[in-house]
């Protein structure tokens, strides 16, 4: 599959605004296969607002557990937006609104009772940068255990942070430089470091908003890799421009577009037999 991925076009877009997404019988068949696989996200006409400019319109969307979703679409399209209402993210920007519903195991996350500093442990987030503190190694990854207790004393916070550099495929490399800073650390390292960073506070979920973009492909295969390994036991959203990486690495895709959920479905349909036009002329590269 992964060689029918096009570079993205820069031809302009001229497709309209038009806004409806699923024919209703085709939403309801994606909700019942993703409900066999057991719904870790469920999002119910989401939409969300800079000030007066509306950047998601009613996005109603499944997200499996145990599994890996790609968000694609064409820069601008509010795949970041997207991402950051599922962490509530988006309370840190000024002028920023999101209505809708949105639950993680059944839990509203914008309710009155959630603390959004707890629920974005439960929610990790990977940005493009890799983005370590400027701390030592094992400080990235023990910084968030200590402060959330979940190691009682310092051998178990070692366990903790051992476990989860593990996990992120980064301790035979580290193992022996747990104290030189994180920054120290190579671009595609960092971005482990960063991983085993979320992984360690025990998250639910984990969003990886272009984790590759600024990687060479000997880490981004690494990352992908890992990525393919921690799908076993996590909830993973990857937002991407490389059509090769959804094909790679995700079990569902979703296709945003001007603000509106377009297409979604398991990554081979939408890569193969996308329902809409406006799919395919994306994932074949015609326009970007
Ligand atoms: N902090 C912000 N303030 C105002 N408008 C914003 C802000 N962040 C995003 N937007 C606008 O919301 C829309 C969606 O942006 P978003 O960053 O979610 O798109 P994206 O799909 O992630 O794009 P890219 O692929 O370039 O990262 C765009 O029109 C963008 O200009
Ligand atoms: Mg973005």
């Not at 877009?13 to 057991?38: F, L, N, Q, Y």
């Not at 580290?174 to 085993?196: E, F, K, M, N, Y």
């Not at 990886?208 to 981004?220: F, G, H, N, R, V």
Request: aromatic share 6%; with cysteine.
């Amino acid at each position: 599959m992964s060689d029918r991925a096009p570079t993205n076009s820069s031809e302009g877009s001229p497709m309209p605004h038009d806004t409806r997404v699923h024919p209703p019988v085709a939403s309801v068949s994606t909700h019942a296969a993703v409900a066999t696989a057991g719904v870790k996200i469920h999002c119910q006409d989401v939409s969300a607002y800079y000030g007066d400019k509306q950047a998601l319109y009613d996005i109603t969307l499944d997200i499996p557990d145990r599994s890996v979703t790609a968000f694609i679409g064409p820069s601008g399209c509010g795949k970041s937006t997207f991402l950051r209402c599922i962490n509530r993210m988006n309370d840190t920007i000024p002028g920023a609104r999101v209505t809708g519903r949105i639950e993680i195991d059944g839990q509203d996350v914008n309710a009155s009772d959630v603390d959004p500093v707890v629920l974005r442990s439960r929610v990790g987030m990977v940005f493009q940068k890799p983005n370590p503190f400027p701390k030592s190694i094992f400080e990235n990854v023990a910084y968030g255990p200590r402060i959330h207790g979940l190691a009682s004393g310092k051998t178990e916070l070692e366990g903790v942070v051992e476990s989860a550099l593990k996990k992120a495929g980064l301790w035979t490399e580290v193992a022996d430089r747990l104290h030189q800073p994180g920054t120290s650390l190579s671009g595609g390292q960092q971005q482990r470091l960063v991983i085993a960073r979320a992984i360690a506070v025990q998250p639910r979920v984990i969003l990886m908003d272009e984790p590759c973009s600024a990687l060479d492909p000997i880490a981004t295969a690494r990352i992908e890799e890992l990525i393919d390994e921690l799908r076993q036991q996590y909830c993973i959203v990857i937002v991407t421009h490389s059509m090769a990486q959804a094909a790679r690495v995700s079990q569902r895709t979703a296709f945003f577009h001007l603000g509106n959920l377009v297409e979604q479905g398991t990554t081979e349909e939408i890569f193969t037999n996308p329902r809409e036009k406006r799919t395919q002329d994306y994932i074949t590269g015609r326009y970007g």
